[in-house]
């Protein structure tokens, strides 16, 4: 099994922001301040997590994004802080 870190450098990264309503990605790494990232490791963001984003709101508002079965709505500037890889799935 290839580690995260081998994923990153053989697929194509990007942030959770720009990712469409629908398409599944894989958590790389979160570069945000402490208290964000704490806030989001104890919401279950942690690299390897699958993630689907479920929606955009209108007028740069917030996004919806589902980590198993939990749906958790993100700021984008939020979102922008989450580097993810879509091709890469966790078995």
Do not use: Y
Not at 70 to 89: F, H, M, P, Q
């Amino acid at each position: 099994m290839a580690s995260l870190l081998d994923l990153s450098f053989t697929m194509p990264s990007t942030t959770l922001a720009t990712l469409h309503p629908g398409e599944s990605a894989t958590i790389v790494a979160i570069h945000a301040e402490e208290a964000l990232h704490q806030r989001l490791l104890a919401l279950g963001f942690r690299s390897g997590k699958q993630i689907e984003l479920i929606r955009k709101a209108s007028f740069s508002g917030p996004l919806q994004v589902r980590i198993g079965t939990t749906d958790i709505l993100l700021r984008r500037s939020e979102a922008a802080k989450i580097t993810v890889c879509k091709g890469a799935t966790r078995t």
